[in-house]
């Protein structure tokens, strides 16, 4: 496939408290082994654009959006909850995290693309359309999604493999019968969202110590099925690897090859379903050596499963 990195220096920029397990050193994992393993020469490099409150409005409140700006203090740190911190350059990844995924959108439906992973910070999974929690502040995949429907795209699937629920773009989308959400997750675990599913809404508990074999099961037996009927036009990944049984930011036991085996089933029903193509965003990830391996498995099943038909 036609995939490229899409990110930017300034995403660096954005700094919490000391030690906070969402640092910088995330991307240079990723970056690095993309490197060691010779990768970095089978994929277009891009730098993600500058986005601007029009696309946070896409899916957030004009009131949240506005605290977030007026708090970028001037130094030192700003909370936004108990895990989320604003720094001096915070909105200076900010901007180029949300601006990923706009690019990501228009290279692909310009047929430029079929693929790009999106290896940006702040994460976005959490964050509702009032609400920034969980380390994140703005929905970068949301805002992506919202963008892609603004520009003529009719169905959408957004898939969330993080470790934790992907609340937030849930509690976006839940009622919109055009974005079909499908979520796997630790559970019970943070956020501790009530689980619930309807016909765009999948939710897909795994219990602490969930494996591969369980992820196979879950995506055979409860995506799939949904994702054929939907037919979506356009896929995107919330593409945490906190799930992979180095991470102790949670429980379940994955490994690189079973991220390498779902993202080959992604790239597979994307072909079957003649879709413009996949967009992924880095969500979670916190041990740096696991988060590096799976990131690069997961963007090489990309490159190597074909370009879309």
């Given at each position: 496939?036609?995939?490229a990195?899409i990110t930017?220096?300034?995403c ?5 408290t ?6 910088p ?14 990768l ?7 730098a993600?654009?500058?986005a601007d409150t029009?696309h946070y409005?896409?899916v ?8 977030v700006?007026d708090k970028?203090p001037?130094?030192?740190l700003?909370?936004l909850d ?10 200076k ?13 228009d ?18 999974h959490h964050?509702?359309?009032s609400?920034?929690?969980g380390?994140?502040?703005f ?6 999604a ?18 934790h629920?992907g ?8 009622d919109?019968?055009s974005?079909?959400?499908c979520?796997l997750?630790q ?5 501790n969202t009530a689980?619930e ?8 508990p795994?219990?602490?110590g ?6 196979k099961?879950?995506?055979q037996q409860?995506w799939?099925?949904k994702?054929?009927t ?10 945490g690897?906190d799930?992979?049984?180095?991470d102790?930011?949670g429980?379940l ?5 079973d991220y ?6 992604v790239v597979a ?7 413009l193509g996949?967009?992924?965003?880095l969500e ?10 799976s ?13 879309l038909l």
């Amino acid at each position: 496939m036609r995939t490229a990195i899409i990110t930017h220096p300034y995403c660096r920029k954005h700094k919490m408290t000391e030690e906070h397990p969402e640092c910088p050193a995330r991307l240079d994992a990723i970056s690095d082994r993309l490197l060691a393993s010779g990768l970095d020469i089978a994929v277009e490099h891009k730098a993600a654009i500058k986005a601007d409150t029009s696309h946070y409005a896409l899916v957030h409140d004009q009131a949240m959006i506005k605290e977030v700006i007026d708090k970028i203090p001037n130094e030192g740190l700003a909370s936004l909850d108990g895990d989320t911190w604003l720094c001096p350059d915070s909105l200076k990844a900010i901007e180029r995290a949300v601006g990923a995924g706009i690019l990501a959108v228009d290279e692909v439906i310009a047929g430029n693309l079929d693929a790009a992973f999106c290896a940006v910070r702040p994460p976005g999974h959490h964050a509702n359309q009032s609400t920034s929690s969980g380390f994140c502040v703005f929905n970068n995949v949301a805002i992506a999604a919202a963008y892609a429907k603004a520009k003529g795209v009719e169905r959408i699937a957004i898939l969330d493999i993080d470790v934790h629920h992907g609340n937030g773009t849930q509690d976006i989308f839940k009622d919109d019968p055009s974005i079909l959400f499908c979520s796997l997750f630790q559970y019970p675990f943070y956020p501790n969202t009530a689980i619930e599913n309807h016909q765009s809404l999948i939710n897909s508990p795994l219990a602490a110590g969930a494996d591969g074999n369980d992820l196979k099961a879950l995506f055979q037996q409860q995506w799939l099925p949904k994702l054929e009927t939907f037919r979506p036009q356009l896929i995107f990944i919330s593409a945490g690897f906190d799930g992979h049984l180095e991470d102790d930011m949670g429980g379940l036991k994955l490994v690189e090859q079973d991220y390498q085996w779902f993202t080959e089933q992604v790239v597979a029903l994307a072909k079957s379903q003649h879709c413009l193509g996949i967009i992924s965003y880095l969500e979670g990830g916190y041990d740096l050596s696991s988060l590096g391996r799976s990131a690069v498995t997961h963007i090489k099943a990309l490159v190597e499963e074909g370009e879309l038909l």
